[in-house]
């Protein structure tokens, strides 16, 4: 299995929206709707902060959104805030497997 | 609320296993729920390596599976990660964690670092 594709970073600045992407296959990222993201700030474990495409468990704030078209998944954060700069990695169910994404560094300008 | 802390040895031969464990705390093993082991090499991103239920049945990536062992003791309600004949490319920080049916990870062990040198 392959990782699923994240860009490398991407950045705005506070109060904008971004979204970045997060590309795989038929195989994982296309069969279900059955994918994850986690914001990970330095040296710190992973936070859970999307499940099943675009539900948002207890306790995250609304700015943050998923998306699925396709093969590619997608997330958005809406109002940039300086504390969103972090490490952003997609997860995606893939059989009786699951596969990551490379991660995608936020910079807020 | 539940809780996971890993434990285990912070450096490790070449050649040798990497064993660690994970203490769930708030919550029963038993009671269900998917247990999981991601590891992040230094600098790098995250990886799964593999997922365990309360019965024992155990899911591993494929690319680590020769060498990947999971278990479970419900009676001290934790589970353990075996990795064998490890290099340096198995340094990384190993995470455990709790996957439940939709195949995210909502709690997360803070993590524990593994360093592979002679």
């Known amino acids: 299995q392959s990782a699923l594709t994240q860009p490398a970073s991407v950045s705005g600045s506070p109060g904008q929206s971004i979204t970045m992407s997060c590309t795989g296959t038929?195989?994982?990222?296309?069969?279900?709707?059955?994918v994850s993201w986690y914001q990970q700030h330095p040296g710190k474990a992973p936070k859970f902060m999307i499940y099943?495409?675009?539900k948002r468990p207890s306790g995250v704030s609304n700015r943050f959104s998923g998306s699925k078209s396709g093969n590619t998944a997608s997330l958005t954060i809406s109002g940039l805030q300086a504390e969103d700069e972090a490490d952003y990695y997609c997860?995606?169910?893939?059989?009786?497997?699951?596969?990551f994404g490379g991660g995608t560094k936020l910079t807020v300008l | 609320q539940v809780q996971l802390q890993e434990s285990g040895p912070g450096l490790v031969k070449p050649s040798e296993t990497l064993s660690l464990t994970c203490a769930v705390s708030?919550?029963?093993?038993?009671?269900?729920?998917?247990w999981g082991w991601i590891r992040q090499p230094p600098g790098e991103g995250l990886e799964w390596i593999g997922t365990?239920?309360?019965?024992?049945?155990?899911y591993y990536n494929p690319s680590l599976k020769s060498r990947v062992t999971m278990s479970v003791d419900t009676s001290k309600n934790q589970f353990s990660l075996k990795l064998y004949s490890v290099t340096a490319a198995d340094t990384a920080v190993y995470y455990c964690?709790?996957?439940?049916?939709?195949?995210?990870?909502?709690?997360w062990g803070q993590g524990t670092l593994v360093t592979v040198s002679s």
């Open positions: 038929s195989s994982d990222v296309g069969s279900h709707n059955l």
């Open positions: 997860c995606s169910y893939a059989g009786t497997t699951l596969v």
């Open positions: 708030g919550y029963s093993i038993s009671s269900g729920y998917f």
């Open positions: 099943e495409v675009g």
């Open positions: 964690a709790r996957r439940p049916r939709d195949y995210s990870f909502d709690n």
């Open positions: 365990i239920y309360h019965t024992g049945s155990t």
